[in-house]
Structure formats: C-alpha cells, structure tokens
C-alpha cells in the first residue's frame, strides 16, 4: 500500500471491511500497512467505522 491509496481513508475503511470478516485476509491487509503509517491509519480508520455508524 502507498500513500496516495491510504489517503482516500473511505476506500481503505471499505476495502478492510470487505475483507474484515476472514481473518487471514484482514491481518494481511493490516499487514501490508507500512509501519510508519500503521498508527495514524488505525485510529482513521476507527474513525470512519464510527461516521458510519
């Protein structure tokens, strides 16, 4: 993943959570976060799971 694709955060929350419901497939997805942008991404997309709530 680059940093363009993890900017558009709506497209990132949607792509995990199309993959969100095997677990393989969602830690490969984190898994492929680079770590320095793993933080920051993991409370957006927290935060986009809360907006659609």
Do not use: W
């Amino acid at each position: 993943m680059d940093e363009e694709y993890l900017k558009n955060t709506r497209k990132v929350y949607n792509d995990f959570c199309n993959q969100a419901d095997n677990y393989r497939t969602s830690k490969d997805f984190i898994d492929n976060i680079p770590i320095e942008y793993l933080a920051r991404y993991g409370e957006i997309l927290l935060a986009e799971h809360d907006s659609c709530i």
